[in-house]
């Protein structure tokens, strides 16, 4: 199927620009040989998304390099210097530190930070859109950010869930469900996982790995006696590209 | 748009109507029938009472049981009220030393809080009072150490098989039962809380403490502490008429209780912040809907670790159609499907979501009608089903 920048099919030579083998690259590869019909405002909506993309899976990578823990919430840490911790065991930025530079002393000292898989999804959201945005524009969209999970999300980024899409892209976050899951353990009731776009995931807590290797791990956490096996949902959550798209137009390429 | 929804006639304002095209403001919450369901170019304004094919001539005692009066299961005050013994834990260690015997006879005491022997754990391993224990102390103390150690510590328990799983059950439930009231003490005797309760709905499938379990969730989200795994145990019970206890807090005076049911209620279409119908309202709109989906429902397992507003539960639509209720919440129906069924079911799978639902809906209405009707009904092809319901229903969801 085709990819539409307004009325006008994308240009085929548009991939050119980006290296073989690279994240931008294997997303038009993806949205061109879909059967659904992709729709952008304009190629800067479509450039934005590639960027954000691409950078979700690089600061996946780099979480995993961090050295941040895993940790329930019941015992999850942060560095006081940036971050308050919460009594749900979340996080909030402090109001005396640039958010942007909270959310960079993760990555720069990350063995001070221990939390669960789907807070490390929106601490590297939170990165991607800070490696793509000026620090001033992202603390002005973020002056304030909370760290627990799914909940309490900033409205500028635009999570959205999809079940059963027509097509799974890197930068998108699965999860793999853990229905026999020992009572003694429910951390292990699932992993949130970013899709790296090269057969491999990254699972905070679990690592980079195939999809099988994080079933595995998972299946190593179910009750005794456990008969049915982890598996790979058929839905992803996604950063709201379309949204950020708009306010990078609007805020940044004035 | 949710797969498997059936979204129900609600009262909405005109202002939040755009958010569903496909629902409008009804007179009538279900369209009353015509006196023949075939001639689908009248419409009359009268209701027809229940249908019973078999008379009744047996003693009605044998069937029906008036208790005189009625309790609930839901209690805003329920953890407060609670009376337990509790032992302060200076004055306990001061007992131990001045008095052991009588140290331990209030240990042993039936009524003493799960919230209390954990308070004094420290005391009793300090001070080697565990093998004067009784069963249910040592029980729920070597739990607790399970618990949170995760499972790490290995330890001999003086019971056979059998009797420990029965023991062990009796005694998660006294932990939740009596821990409950004293929830919020630490985040151990907190987290030992959650697990019992995790414990208990999916390795023994006790409801009973399901009402607990609802009112510490909606106490610790009132105070911002941690109550995911609560309320992931809570809807691993997969007991879809648990969500009344959900939706209760619809009505309630605390505007932090009535948002989170909101959240956890969301998956019911119309179910939100953005309707300005009123509490009560909506707190009937869910019941009428667990009536209508309730044997439909078929539980997702999708969690607050997975997403913002999960949705536990589906109707499988095809079930709904046929009228056979689910099994074990499984995604399959308990009844036997003859082979008439399947013929349904593979012209029904040929339709769009849209089609699926106005038949699932007006096939559980006619069924519930009349099924003498509802049979005849089903014996047309799928296209004059189809153009049936619409006369029936305008066809709107």
Redesign the interface.
Known sequence: MTVFIGNRILPSAFIDQYPPNSTERRVIEILSSSNHTYRYESVNHLKVELDLRANIVKASRELFYSGIGFRT???SVCNPSYWIR????GFTSRDDVPPSEAIEDIYKNGRRYGT???TAIIILYFKAVLNVFPHDVFNQLFSKIHLM???Q?DSNLA?A?F??PTDYLPGDCR?V?N?DV?????EW??E?AIDLGNGLYYGHGIGIKTVNEIIAALNRNR?PGATESAYL?D?V?RLGFSRLASLYQRLVRT | M??YHTPRPFPYSSSNISHYPYMYPPAHFYRPLAISPFDSNHYHNTTTPPFYPFRDTTDPSEHYLSIGQLKTAYSTHRLSTQQNNNLQKNAFHTLVESDIQEAMNQINDEQISFSSLFQLRDVIRENNLFEGLNQRNKTALLLTD??LS??TEKHTIDLSFCDYIQSAHTILKWILETGSAHDGLS?DH??VL??AA??LV??FHEKSVLPIMADMIFERNR???????LV??FFEAKEPQSLILIANRLKSENQKDVEFAHQLLNFIPGIGTGNMVSADQQYSYVIHWLQDNGPFLHYT?E???????PSPYVIILEAKYLCKPLYANKAEVAAPLSSKDFQLLDAYSKLDLHHKILLSNYSLSLYRQNPTWWQSWLQYPIAEQIKIAKARTGGRL
Do not use: V
């Open positions: 919430f019941r015992n919460n009594e749900d065991g669960e898989c789907a999970n799914w909940q999300l999570i869930y079940r059963n999860y469900k229905p020992n009572p003694l353990t429910p009731q699932g949130n009750r949902m839905s959550n | 949710l797969p399970d618990i995760h499972g985040s907190d987290a959650d697990i995790a414990f999916k390795l105070k911002g502490r941690f109550n995911h795994d992931w145990a397992g969690s607050l670790q997975q997403l913002h507003k």
